[in-house]
């Protein structure tokens, strides 16, 4: 694809997809932990008769009033002079996490799992305290551990493999999230998880199953269309990447994001008005991002000498624009006419452009060039002068100046200008020309 041609397919890249981002899992770790407060008989620790009578009593306070549980259960655990059982300690460090004391949970449950290491459901919710913290290398061998021991409920093994993904190994990542989904196929967090492995890895047909059936569960979910979009570009399928696309636009769930790539499908494959007409629907919830789109597509339809299409794109722009738009679109109106050689109205638009912005590279060059086609030298020079102290623009002006002194027969500052372009870019057609120039500084010189 030449550089001159619509570029919107920069965009269309697995970055973009809407789930780079993994955020923490729509769980409720309070349910999980507040769960686990029934024993399970002959697997755990028991507690003593006067513990298993105080538990009794406050178990269903710790969810309800965990503030009272916790210092019903404290006072016990203070009052005795033997240490409390394992099994005390892990409810009391159930009601610490119900009242927000997760330091003294912590401390509750790793001496619970320490005195009794086949304490499944305490390092259950051990893990889902460390997961809770983002402490996703803590969290992983609690959730192991748990495993180990014969945990075979979905929320840990998801829980596992979202930590295990969170810490960069997606191959045991992807196994919990499989071994949660077959205990739950239902559930959208660990497809998602899955989905977001099959993403990483470029499993393309794996990725695009899932997402067809997280778009079924939640199908007003727009990220989801976006990232089935994402995967059919991936795979060079962009037709139904548009035709997926325009089915969430006229059910109402395309936002911002998936009108965005649509339309730039739609330019990219030169269906300009389509394009146009959905970059002004986002002109409404998003003004700067509809006009930056639209001033993109028309600079690439001038770049292109699409020259009437370009100026019936910035037709379509607001009255009122941005202040970095208006810039953009003076420029852009001003490169339509130098290409139509219409410099005197070229002109207008770029000193309108650099009372906004005097130090505006790009519009001195152009300002520049329009001066030189009309052979206005001095005029030219002062113009390029200024766009040579915009460091992205020196190499450009570097030349035009050196072909404005040639013109002046100063073969010295000629030499000077181009050594100066080669110092930024060094190019076998500028090496040429100095060598061609050089020896007129000699003859001079004689």
């Known amino acids: 694809m030449k550089s001159h041609e619509l570029l919107f397919a920069a965009a269309l890249v697995l970055p973009v997809l809407g789930l780079s981002e993994s955020p923490l899992l729509k769980l409720d770790p309070k349910r999980i932990i507040n769960e686990s407060n029934g024993f ?25 009033q965990p503030d009272f549980a916790l210092k019903l259960l404290e006072g016990m655990s203070n009052d005795k002079e033997a240490q409390p059982s394992p099994a005390f300690e892990f409810i009391l460090g159930n009601a610490y996490y119900a009242a927000g004391q997760t330091a003294k949970a912590e401390s509750s449950y790793r001496s619970a799992v320490k005195r009794y290491p086949t304490f499944l459901r305490a390092w259950v919710d051990l893990g889902v305290l460390y997961y809770t913290a983002e402490k996703f290398t803590d969290a992983i061998p609690c959730f192991a551990q748990a ?99 325009e089915t969430a636009a006229g059910t109402g769930v395309a936002g911002v994001d998936e009108l965005n790539l649509l339309a730039d499908l739609y330019a990219e494959q030169k269906l300009i008005p389509e394009a146009v007409a959905i970059y002004q629907k986002i002109l409404v919830p998003a003004p700067e991002l509809g006009e930056r789109k639209l001033l993109r597509l028309a600079e690439a339809l001038a770049t292109d000498h699409q020259l009437q299409q370009a100026q019936d794109v910035l037709t379509k722009l607001p009255a009122s624009l941005s202040a970095e738009s208006e810039i953009n679109s003076l420029q852009i109106k001003a490169d339509i006419l130098a290409a139509q050689k219409k410099w005197a109205d070229a002109r207008t638009h770029l000193q309108k452009l650099l009372q906004l912005a005097p130090l505006n590279g790009k519009a001195l060059l152009s300002l520049g060039r329009t001066y030189a086609a009309e052979d ?3 005029r030219a020079s002062f113009a390029f002068e200024g766009a040579l102290q915009s460091p992205d623009f020196t190499y450009a002006a570097s030349l035009e100046l050196a072909n404005i002194e040639l013109k002046n027969r100063h073969y010295d500052k000629s030499v000077e200008y181009l050594e100066k372009a080669l110092k930024i870019e060094r190019t076998s057609a500028v090496e040429d020309y100095l060598a061609r120039i050089r020896p007129l500084v000699v003859k001079k010189s004689e």
């Open 147 to 245: 495993v180990s021991l014969g945990d075979r409920d979905p929320n840990t093994f998801g829980l596992l493999g979202y930590s295990l993904e969170k810490m960069g190994n997606v191959v045991p990542a992807e196994m919990a999230y499989m071994q949660a989904l077959a205990a739950d196929p239902t559930n959208g967090d660990w497809m998602e998880g899955l989905l977001r492995i099959y993403i990483q890895g470029r499993q393309v047909e794996r990725a695009e199953s899932l997402v067809k059936n997280l778009i079924k569960a939640r199908p007003t979910e727009a990220r989801f269309w976006l990232t089935y979009a994402n995967i059919l570009i991936v795979d060079h399928r962009k037709l139904e990447a548009i035709a997926l696309l």
């Open 40 to 64: 399970l008989k002959e697997r755990e620790p028991e507690m003593s008769a006067e513990e298993y009578a105080l538990y009794e009593k406050v178990v269903e306070m710790i969810s309800s």
């Open 376 to 378: 206005d030298l001095p």
